[in-house]
């Protein structure tokens, strides 16, 4: 190891010191109705605290001699690069109170040294335009005591009646300074005389800041107030031109996913910064469609790996610094992210490492198949949750919630439906590594799971919340879809009852996505698209700059499972995905009807960059950067085409395809038929 990698001088007489002048903020001074204290980690700091005295350094061990003990950890290569530290300033003032006006403040932000006089208190409201994550670093100086609040937050929300757990909390325009309020933890600091520095530990996430400032018996002369922005180094290597609101989309979307990217992947910024397998599944594809790093999103992979359990589950959030109440069904949503990760980027090793832990999982969910074939409960100190459903808040606590009523009954068809649906994922992962019996068994209990699911909680029009239950909710529509219980003309007619049916409880933004993959598969993506895209467009009405949580109990403003239209827009209206894995052959499936009259994408690949550019009037032509076979799939007929590198392709013409669609209206069904099937069989991606 070379000299200025070591971690120490090699010289004797390191001492160390406790700083007693920082300590973190108690849990009993947290507001719950922000929910669980996950991070609490805010500070109160007294800069005139003396610290402690300095003791020499003592190299701490558990290593004895004779005995083969280890230490407990070990330094090993970091597998994703530095996060960068990016100096910036908040935009402007937007409410203030105190001697301090305005103009002073703005100018303040823009760096300019602001004085308050003696023995005043002044508080202010800075903007960023748009939720960040980064180091904040206050400068200032006084010759006396100087107390300050310094309260960060995502929006302006509606003032709560109250405070603590059960306060009800409403959203609108995020916005609104005149009627709204800022809620968010706060840190303190009390100045020592002279120069001062306030600058808390660990990066925060932020679209506000308010700033109490109290002087005592002399001026304060403050130099600065600026941030480093910090999140994972992604490349966004995927860009888009389009109409206003996809672009604003799109944009909003990028924002979100990267404020969810640091040293892990994270639910949310703010209130968190907890990695879950479920949301972090979506995260990892999201990241797949717009950049070929995949870094962040193995390592991922590896610390839920890290995480197995005894009962053959993974942890639902890890890393963690304790054992968490687990989530059963997250760890099927790791099976999807492995199975993502084959088609994006085709690493054989990869899956052959975790084909175990995959198999580990289902069969805990396979042990627990009662006597109608369902998967019934599990065990007590799990937390089944499903999905932030109003109609599913239970009565004892955080972890009755999100559960469909029928399951305490006896099962949950979601969890039936999900199962089968991971099955048959499981089964393709198998199948890219040669083992076709694995694959095959895997298929057998996936209809298995479909065949029951059918006897016991179907009613011909609905599948109901479990067996014997009169509740519905969109949850076991969409899974019965995904999962192939319901096919055809059937599964497209219930996916319209289950869009357009405003009494059935709704998916919320955690399962969005799922919605719009079943309303995919069942062939009414384009036919419903207006109701699928109202979330976000309601949200984007609501200027929000990234996407919110859930429209639930409206929490988190930031939270990376609703980037689902990064998604939609690469996979569905411009039609861009893997055929096969590795992208080895290349699907274009581009939704016409949802493209405006014209617009253009450079989609990045494993392999290289792809370029879409459509015009109503000409078409849909492709160009590729490398020599690929693409399956193209327009108005639902298939074409198969070889893209030699450079070579512009014109994949859809809308004067072609109205005269061939004359022509084939002359011809008999029975020509009709046949000719349609020798395209398709002609399709070999």
């Known amino acids: 190891m070379a000299k200025e990698q070591e971690l120490h001088t090699g010289l004797p007489g390191w001492e160390a010191q406790l700083d007693t002048s920082v300590q973190m ?20 700091v007294n800069a005139s605290t003396s610290s402690e005295t300095w003791y020499p350094a003592q190299v701490m061990s558990v290593k004895s001699m004779m005995l083969p003990v280890l230490e407990p950890w070990k330094l090993t290569e970091r597998p994703i690069p530095t996060l960068p530290e990016i100096l910036m300033e908040m935009h402007s003032a937007v409410r203030m109170e105190g001697c301090i006006d305005k103009y002073r403040w703005n100018e303040f932000v823009k760096g300019v040294a602001l004085s308050i006089p003696a023995r005043q208190t002044v508080v202010v409201e800075l903007d960023s335009l748009e939720l960040t994550t980064g180091f904040l670093r206050l400068e200032f100086e006084s010759l006396s005591t100087v107390e300050i609040r310094l309260m960060c937050s995502e929006s302006y929300e509606t003032p709560m009646a109250r405070s603590g757990p059960g306060s009800k909390r409403q959203k609108n325009d995020r916005t609104d300074h005149i009627d709204g309020k800022l809620y968010g933890p706060s840190d303190f600091y009390i100045s020592k005389p002279g120069n001062n520095v306030f600058e808390p530990f660990w990066f925060r996430a932020f679209r506000y800041i308010q700033l109490e400032i109290s002087t005592s018996s002399a001026p304060a002369t403050f130099h600065s107030f600026r941030y480093r922005m910090t999140r994972y180094p992604l490349k966004v290597e995927t860009t888009i031109k389009a109409s206003s609101e996809l672009e604003n989309m799109w944009q909003i979307s990028l924002n979100t996913l990267k404020n969810c990217m640091h040293e892990t992947y994270e639910d949310c910024p703010f209130y968190e910064q907890n990695q879950f397998i479920m ?107 499903v999905d932030w459903v109003t109609e599913w808040h239970g009565s004892t606590g955080l972890h009755s919630m999100g559960i469909p009523k029928a399951y305490w009954n006896g099962a949950a068809t979601y969890n039936s439906l999900l199962y089968a649906f991971v099955l048959q994922h499981a089964a393709d992962l198998c199948d890219f590594v040669h083992r076709p019996d694995t694959a095959s068994e895997y298929r057998r209990r996936a209809m298995s799971l479909n065949e029951a699911v059918n006897a016991h909680c179907y009613d011909g029009e609905l599948y109901l919340d479990g067996p014997n239950s009169q ?33 059935l409880p709704k998916c919320s933004y955690a399962l969005s996505f799922y919605l719009l993959r079943a309303a995919s598969q069942a062939g009414v993506y384009e036919e419903l698209f207006i109701y699928l895209v109202a979330p976000w467009k309601k949200m984007m009405n609501q200027n929000l700059t990234t996407w919110a949580e859930d ?56 392999n290289g960059e792809v370029s879409l550019s459509w015009d109503e009037t000409i078409g849909l032509q492709v160009v590729s950067d490398h020599e690929v076979q693409v399956q193209a799939v327009i108005k639902g007929v298939n074409h198969v085409y070889f893209l030699k590198t450079g070579d512009a392709t014109t994949i859809y013409s809308p004067i072609a395809w109205t005269e061939r669609r004359g022509q084939e209206g002359a011809m008999t069904m029975a020509e009709k038929s046949s000719h349609q099937v020798m395209e398709v069989m002609g399709v070999t991606c």
Not at 567 to 574: A, C, G, L, Y
Not at 585 to 592: A, H, V
């Open 25 to 44: 903020q108690p849990r009993s001074e947290w507001n719950y109705a922000f929910g669980p204290p996950f991070l609490a980690m805010n500070e109160r």
């Open 279 to 385: 949301d972090s599944r979506l995260q990892m594809l999201f990241t797949y469609q717009i950049s070929t790093d995949d870094r962040l999103a193995r390592k991922t992979m590896q610390e839920f790996y890290a995480s197995r359990r005894d009962d053959g589950l993974l942890e639902a959030q890890f890393p963690s610094p304790g054992r968490c109440v687990n989530i059963p069904q997250f760890s099927l949503f790791w099976i999807l992210m492995v199975h993502d990760h084959m088609m994006y980027f085709g690493d054989q090793r990869l899956v052959k490492q975790y084909l175990g832990t995959i198999d580990g999982i289902l069969d805990h969910f396979d042990a627990r198949l009662n006597s109608l074939s369902l998967v019934g409960l599990f065990d007590e100190e799990m937390w089944p949750f």
């Open 551 to 606: 429209d639930v109990m409206f929490r988190s403003d930031c939270h990376g499972w609703s980037a689902s239209p990064i998604n939609e827009i690469v996979s569905k209206i411009f039609g861009i995905s893997p055929a096969s894995a590795a992208y080895a052959c290349l699907k274009i499936e581009p939704s016409i009807s949802l493209l405006p009259p014209q617009a253009e994408g450079n989609f990045v690949t494993r």
């Open 471 to 503: 509740d519905r909710s969109q949850h076991p529509q969409v899974f019965a879809v995904l999962s192939g219980a319901i096919q055809g003309e059937a599964a497209a007619e219930l996916m319209r009852r289950t869009i357009i049916d405003n009494s």
